[in-house]
């Protein structure tokens, strides 16, 4: 592998880093500062506009001034090893898709003993047009050997997570030959910014969005389970820090909504002056799933809302609900159900490190003339 190093990091916190309540820690704060959420107001665009997707980068983001030299290579388990350039790869058969990213950390600063890390609270959700070239043709070019059971993906960023390493995440064999995997190097038909994956990223649809390795430059095909950082170390669904833990995949059911009314600079308390209110929201979930139900709560009391048209597979599905505001204080909901039956719940969802909390949006409003 050239994902060389599982080093020990000098940096790391005896123990590992704890789960704690109450105020947010400098750390977490220059986190948030640099991993920036959408806005929920964007939430009204089909398709994100690209400075208003969510970011959610580990290390640096590196350098990369031209694609004139980036190469992709192909090697391990594979009968013809390969190196393509960038133009090489846009020869290939082009396919946008819209597709839903989420991070699968969002929500982990609304658990209580949050684990100390990115703290999301609703906003790392994005939609974009991503254009490349499907996985598969450059996976069959290579040519999967009989004994091939794991294919990595390796960015060329990198840094410490309790071990030195690349950023790195494998799939499945399956899935990887699948027909909506990409190699991707447009995002709403421009190249893809260089916080994005500049010049050549993964997109998994219905996957949560570490699946979708950016900057990424090699495959590496394995006749045994890859063992990266980012593939067994961090993204596992953990009661305990002693569990071993279940892998996080696709993405859980959820739904957001455009806070209505006008907000209060500082505290983003809203106000809304009483009468009709036409809410407006989106809802998704993973694995190419249909969103089939989404309701509107106010203080518990739900309604079903209307869903706008299906906008794709992967992409989220708009929704909305008009509620007769009434004076005083409210706190209004929404919740999304999938056609597999999987729904939302009213309350937090209990992960060690904060993974797939799909807990209900909350919104406090004030109704005042
Ligand atoms: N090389 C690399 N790929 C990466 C990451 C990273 O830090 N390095 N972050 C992952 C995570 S956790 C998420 S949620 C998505 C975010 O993609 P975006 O920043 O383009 O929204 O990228 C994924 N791909
Ligand atoms: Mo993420």
Redesign the pocket.
Known sequence: MTDRGNWVSPFDIEGGRPNQDGDFLREEVRLANRNSGILLEALRHDVTPTGL???????DVPYVPSAADWTLSITGRVRQPLKLSLAELKALPEKTLRVT?????NGRANIGLRRQSMPWMYE?V?TSEWTGTPLRAVLERAGLEPDAIDVVFL???RGFDKVFHE?GRSLAPQLALSDDVLLVWGMNGAPLLP???FPL?LIVPGW?????????DRIEVLDRPYEGQQQVGTYMYRESADDPGVPVTHMRVKSLMVPPGIPDWYTRHRLVPPGPVTVFGRAWTGNGVPITRVEFGVDGVWQDATLALVDGRYAWRGWQATWNATDGEHEITCRATDENGDTQPLEERWDRSGFGNNMIHKVRVTVRA
């Not at 990213?101 to 950390?105: P, R």
């Not at 949560?208 to 990424?216: E, P, R």
């Open positions: 997707h969510y970011l959610l980068n580990h290390f990213l989420e991070c699968a950390g790392a994005g960015g060329i960023d950023y916080q994005h994956g990223r949560y969005g570490m699946a979708s390795v950016k900057w990424l």
